[in-house]
């Protein structure tokens, strides 16, 4: 396991890296998903729109957790981002970071 962690590396030590850095967590679903249930606190852009709204997510500034219900729209959303040049990581599903939040 350890060969693994160096390898990829500990992805709660990088979501508890983000949020020391107030990062922002990015629900990337639809809003009527979003609307019934989502992480306090978290930013709906949905991931059809986000190529849109990079400008947007430029101006916060921060860099930024993707979510969504089960980790694939969030992993092609952090992509998205960095390749714009923002500092991005996939949470995975909304759940299980909430989860992983607390």
Same mark, same amino acid.
């Given at each position: 396991? #350890?060969? &693994?962690?160096? =390898?990829? $590396? ?10 020391? !850095?107030? %990062?922002?967590? =990015?629900?990337? !679903?639809?809003p009527g998903e979003y609307s019934s249930? *989502? ?10 729109? &986000? ?17 969504? %219900?089960? #980790?694939? !729209?969030? *992993?092609? *959303?952090a992509a998205m981002l960095k390749s714009?040049?923002?500092? %991005? =990581?996939? $949470?995975g599903g909304y759940m299980s970071l909430?989860?992983? =939040?607390?």
């Amino acid at each position: 396991m #350890g060969f &693994l962690n160096n =390898l990829f $590396g500990n992805k709660m030590e990088k979501i508890n890296d983000f949020i020391e !850095r107030d %990062a922002v967590i =990015l629900d990337v !679903r639809t809003p009527g998903e979003y609307s019934s249930g *989502a992480i306090p606190g978290s930013k709906n852009i949905p991931l059809q729109t &986000l190529g849109s709204k990079l400008d947007t997510v430029k101006k916060w500034n921060k860099p930024v957790i993707t979510c969504c %219900a089960s #980790g694939m !729209r969030s *992993a092609s *959303a952090a992509a998205m981002l960095k390749s714009s040049g923002i500092e %991005a =990581l996939n $949470g995975g599903g909304y759940m299980s970071l909430y989860k992983k =939040l607390q």
